[in-house]
């Protein structure tokens, strides 16, 4: 089954390629992150997460949208279910237009993020462009994918992504 994985980070995807992948699962990337400020810090998660997906045999791609136009798209920085909605809307477009058989997401790896809310955006992603989710409870790797990051000398993020986080995960 090939999958389109939304990865939003490198740390983040360790795990779970490695989890979808012992599923038989035929991985490919996508970083789609427009929420994350400001660009400097988007380019160091893009390069870390593509110096390690090299590493890794993922092929894998990255897509932007303005900062400014996530901002719109999710009315203030903070809503995290608009924020989950608008990356996964897209994933799930172009994993229906590329032919891909599901799609899943590496925000599923964070005990940080809100898990119910990432499987709402999930499931209404997937009934608009009518093509399957992948849902897997990947927290218990959370861990193991912090120890992998650490193992392969990755940049670490201390925010989520949006001036708002800043403060902390
Ligand atoms: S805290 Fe994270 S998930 Fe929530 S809006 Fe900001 S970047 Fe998006």
Redesign the pocket.
């Known amino acids: 089954m090939r999958l389109l994985l939304h990865s939003c980070c490198g740390p983040c995807t360790t795990f779970p390629l490695h989890f979808f992948r012992a599923q038989g699962f035929l991985v490919d990337g996508l970083f789609f992150n427009p ?2 400020y400001p660009d400097e810090e988007g380019e160091k998660r893009w390069l870390t997460y593509q110096q390690w997906a090299n590493q890794a045999g993922l092929r894998t791609r990255r897509i932007e949208m303005p900062y400014e136009q996530w901002v719109k798209a ?1 009315s203030k ?4 279910r ?3 909605y608008v990356r996964l809307e897209r994933t799930a477009q172009i994993a229906k237009a590329e032919g891909y058989d599901g799609f899943s997401t590496t925000l599923l790896v964070s005990p940080y ?2 898990h119910q809310g990432i499987l709402i955006a999930m499931e209404r992603a997937s009934r608009e462009h009518n093509i399957p989710y992948v849902y897997r409870d990947l927290r218990p790797g959370y861990r193991r994918s912090r120890q992998m990051a650490r193992g392969n000398h990755m940049y670490m993020q201390k925010y ?3 001036e ?2 800043m403060g902390g995960e």
């Open positions: 929420n994350i999710v920085p903070g809503q995290c608009q924020c989950y993020q809100d989520c992504g949006c708002f986080s």
